[in-house]
Every structure is written in C-alpha cells, then in structure tokens.
C-alpha cells in the first residue's frame, strides 16, 4: 500500500470529494489541511511517504525538501506547470512528476468579479448594507472604458471577449503577443507604456517567469492613470508588493484587485488587509468544485497508472 500525503487542502475538499473508502486497499491516504511552518517541519512530517498530491505553488518542493524525503517516488500536482517543484533533482532522484487538467475559466470568472467589485463599491456596499445604510457610493460604468491586458492567452482572450459584451475598448500587450489573434479578438496591440497611460482597468494574465517578476513597479504605476484600477489573478510577484502599497497609499491609482500574493496565505497583519482601496480574494481563482474534481481524481488516475508502470500526464 502507498502512503499518500494530500497537501495544503486548506477547506478539506479532498475527503468531501474522494470517498477514501473506495481506495482503501491501494493508498494510505493522510491529509494536511495546514501549511507547514518551515521546510524542516516538512520533511519531518513527509517523510514516510512514497506520494506527494500538491495544489500548485503552495508548498515548495525543493531540492533541499526532495534529498530529505530518501521513500517518496511520486509529485502529482495539480495543473501541467508547477514551478515551485525542482524538477531536475526530482529527475536526479528518478522520481515521476505528473500533473492534471485544470479549467481556465474559473480565473477568467474571478477576474470579472474583482472588476465589478471595485468599478461598484461592492465591498463598501454590502458592508453598509449589513450596518443599515443605503446608498454611499457613487460606482462607474464599464461600457466605453479601456481594458488593457497584459497578456492574452487562454485566461485574457476570455477576459476580452467579456469586455467585448460591456462594450469596452480592449488592448494588450506581452512580449509574444499573438497579433493575428488579438485582431481577430477586436483587440487592440499596444506597447507596455502606452496600455498602462491609456487604460481605465489593467488586468493580468502572464505566466510568472523571471521576465516577468517585478513586472509593474513604481515606474509603472507613475504612468498608470489617477483613475485607474489594477488586476491581479496571475501570480504575485508580477507585481512588486511594496511599489503597489505605496501607490494605493498615495493614491497614484483608484485601487487594486487581488487574488495572489507574494506570500500565501497572506499573513493575517498584512498592510494590503487596511487599505481601503484595495479589494482582496483568498487566491480562488480555480478553487471551484468542477477544478477540484478534476484535480484530485486525476491525481488519483496518475498515481494508479504510475504503480502499472505507465505514467500518464508526466511533467518533465
């Protein structure tokens, strides 16, 4: 029998959704709903187990982590990209990563979401609404405002064929942007500074690689209109935390929407949790029923396919 660990399954949906019953005679399954403190604390509490199942970029598997873990002969993550994984000392150790399906739209959904939150004051208004008010907030309207995307693949073409429906103008740019594509979307190409003086809402969608970490600093956010407001359902560090607290403290923009951070979970006296322009989310972009699914019965596929030999979904 092989032991699993489940990782970081912070809502304990892998035993609401898996009947570990029915798999009882395969794997040993222990969940871990909490991150753990430290890398020690890590290989202390895994290192008996032959298979990690990992939600992506939560606990790093690193170098250091995988050397200390002499039974495990498995990563399954969710997604097919998981860059906290140190995939060439899991190679050296002749240990098979795989990864599993994962739907785009949940993160395209949430973006919506954070747009309309900030561009009508959600947050302000349910608030007053739970305290007896009515009415405090004068919101704006999408139509006839200029979405600018910072990068238009799977995510941001489902973002600009929304804005399409507001009747927003949308622009993008990336360093590949495909131009036959962004045509076809009714998008409009534009260089980095030109989407970032022009644009009422600039939303993210990019891969985090180091061509992209520290994306938009201070230079970036004194183009950016007074006015205007700045999404991020990609990853953290595309954004420099520090510049962006500074800019909402100053106002040099409207506000922010976030649904990833630096550090995750964002520690409970973090400075973005008070500022007043700044509307968060828990990094539930694809935390959804259908995702979860998919994710760890996937897991479960890859791992059985693993003990025949023939591994499927394989991360290299």
């Known amino acids: 029998m092989i032991k699993v660990a489940v990782l970081d399954d912070y809502q304990n949906a892998f035993q609401q959704i898996v009947d570990v019953e029915n798999y009882k005679n395969k794997f040993d399954f222990k969940v871990f709903n909490q991150s753990f403190i430290n890398e020690k604390e890590a290989t202390i509490a895994l290192e008996d187990f032959e298979a990690l199942f990992i939600m992506r970029e939560r606990t790093p598997i ?9 039974k495990l002969k498995y990563i399954i993550t969710s997604g097919m990209r998981n860059n906290a994984i140190d995939l060439e000392t899991a190679k ?23 747009i309309l939150g900030l561009y009508r004051n959600m947050k302000q208004e349910i608030d007053n609404m739970f305290q007896g008010y ?32 507001f009747g927003m103008e949308v622009c993008a740019w990336s360093e590949n942007l495909n131009l036959s594509h962004a045509n076809d979307l009714g998008v409009l190409p534009m260089t980095k500074e030109d989407l970032l003086k022009n644009s009422d809402i600039i939303s993210i969608h ?17 183009m950016m209109k007074k006015t205007s407001f700045i999404i991020n359902t990609s990853r953290g560090p595309i ?6 607290i500074e800019a909402l403290k100053e ?18 006296d ?47």
């Open 62 to 70: 690193t170098k250091t982590l995988i050397e200390n873990l002499p």
């Open 92 to 114: 050296s150790r002749n240990i098979i990563v795989c990864g599993t399906e994962i739907n785009s739209n949940p993160a395209a959904e949430v973006t919506w979401a954070l």
């Open 134 to 165: 009515w009415q405090t907030t004068i919101g704006f309207e999408l139509k006839g405002k200029v979405l600018g995307l910072i990068g238009l693949g799977k995510i941001g073409t489902q973002v600009a064929k929304v804005a399409k429906a």
């Open 206 to 222: 990019l891969v985090l690689g180091e061509k992209y970490r520290n994306l938009i600093t201070k230079k970036e956010f004194n």
């Open 239 to 244: 954004i420099n935390e520090n510049d962006l």
């Open 251 to 268: 106002e040099k923009i409207a506000g922010v929407g976030l649904d990833v951070y630096d550090l995750e979970p964002l520690p409970q």
């Open 270 to 316: 973090h400075k973005l949790r008070f500022l007043p322009n700044a509307l968060l989310l828990p990094h539930i972009g694809y935390v959804t029923a259908e995702n979860y699914s998919k994710f760890y019965f996937q897991m479960i596929e890859n791992l059985e396919s693993c003990q025949k030999n023939k591994p499927i979904r394989l991360i290299s």
